[in-house]
């Protein structure tokens, strides 16, 4: 039976980490698959993590199943951490699902099951696996304009006019924070100028927060999904812990709704459960209750957020030294924008073929619209990078 199936298309950028590993050069640097690195190129299990981790050894007597939704601790200690206190806790629904990816497909089927005919907009680009995903699911989707190529900012005019173009039972797609792949974010004024479209179209935000606690800080970056939430009847979050918690494969995320009253959040609270059933039954537990030992540890929570800000800067201090390296060697400010980008990822805005260029030429690896992952530089790789970038003729 299986002589009919076709072969499908690779995922751009885990292809690029098989190719990288390929890659026989010493000097060769990886700025593909978004996951942070340290300075020696180390992707570091947090402090935080680690203690949790021996504590579950030593004190956890049982892997007997938890709840359809993960065990509600989980739920309530992410909740606290998206939502904080932004919307009753009563009014949301939520459960834990494997990793922020099974959140936003999970989100998806959900759309799906309440409007078969709903249309998703997504910003132009998005993360290829939400387009990927949603072609799968057979979604219709419309792109709208986000990213400006010239400014290497939010095009924000043609993001506004897109947006009107929503209806009631539309979703609209937005990236809490750090956009990826673009590293192009809104402002707050920008922000309440989406939530004025959302009230005035009647469309349903769903936010996909990837990456709190990367740009601005645990609260700033969570700042436009509690606005969000707070203002709009209904809203859908989809929130990962890989990348603040490093925890990456143990696929750790959580699918919200926010709704107006409790008892809409008993119906979604239902059919989240159902539907985690009906994909994988109960979701993996062991991120999550590393998750939950932390954020209700005060001790342990002191030290991931710590450990955490000490990541967020150290991005941003690659961002100003990658500018700055670049403004020298360039002779201009056309790169400013990587130090105003916040997140992993910053899109440079060039060619296809650059960036084959790049890889084949220097051993730079990035994805092939040209977003770098900036968490995998460090001092030493970011004055290759740069040089590479102007001698390339980028
Ligand atoms: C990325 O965009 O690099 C990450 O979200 C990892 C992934 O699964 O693509």
Redesign the pocket.
């Known amino acids: 039976m299986f002589e009919s199936l076709q072969s499908q298309p690779a995922?751009k950028?885990?292809e690029l980490i098989q190719m990288y590993r390929d890659d026989p050069r010493a000097d060769k640097v990886d700025l593909?698959?978004?996951?942070y690195k340290d300075a020696t190129g180390l992707t570091p299990i947090m402090r935080a993590v680690k203690a949790a981790e021996h504590q579950l050894w030593e004190t956890q007597d049982s892997k007997v199943y938890t709840g359809l939704a993960g065990d509600p601790a989980f739920g309530d200690a992410m909740v606290d951490l998206v939502l904080g206190s932004a919307v009753p806790r009563a009014n949301v629904a939520a459960a834990a699902t494997p990793g922020?990816?099974g959140a936003v497909r999970q989100a998806f089927e959900l759309i799906q099951m309440a409007r078969a005919d709903a249309r998703v907009f997504v910003s132009d680009p998005t993360?290829?696996?939400h387009l990927s995903m949603l072609a799968y699911l057979d979604i219709e989707m419309v792109p709208y304009r986000y990213f400006d190529t010239e400014t290497r900012g939010v095009d924000f005019e043609g993001m506004i006019a897109d947006l009107k173009t929503a209806k009631k039972g539309d979703v609209v797609l937005l990236h809490g924070c750090c956009h990826?792949?673009t590293g192009a974010n809104l402002n707050a004024t920008e922000w309440d100028a989406v939530i004025a479209v959302l009230l005035e179209t009647g469309a349903t935000p769903m936010i996909d927060i990837?990456y709190q606690g990367f740009g601005e800080g645990l609260n700033e970056d969570a700042a436009a999904t509690r606005k969000v939430a707070a203002s709009v009847p209904e809203c859908i979050i989809a929130a990962s812990c890989?990348k603040n918690f490093g925890i990456y494969r143990e696929r750790t995320g959580v699918l919200m709704v926010v709704s107006s009253d409790s008892k809409a959040q008993g119906l979604n609270q239902g059919t989240l459960a159902y539907l985690n059933r009906q994909n994988f039954s109960f979701p993996p537990d062991h991120g999550a209750r590393l998750v939950t030992m932390i954020l209700t540890d005060d001790a342990l929570r002191a030290d991931w957020q710590a450990e955490l800000e000490d990541v967020r800067q150290s991005m941003l201090g690659l961002r100003t030294q990658l500018a700055s390296e670049l403004q020298r060697l360039s002779g201009s400010d056309r790169f400013g924008f990587l130090a105003q980008h916040r997140g992993m990822?910053s899109r440079i805005g060039t060619t296809p073929e650059m960036v084959a260029k790049l890889r084949e030429d220097y051993g730079i690896y990035m994805v092939g619209d040209s977003r770098m992952?900036i968490a995998g530089l460090n001092v030493q790789t970011v004055p290759i990078l740069a040089k590479a970038i102007v001698d390339a003729g980028i």
């Open positions: 995922d950028i885990l593909g698959v978004g996951v922020g990816t993360w290829p696996n990826n792949p990837a890989s990822f992952n």
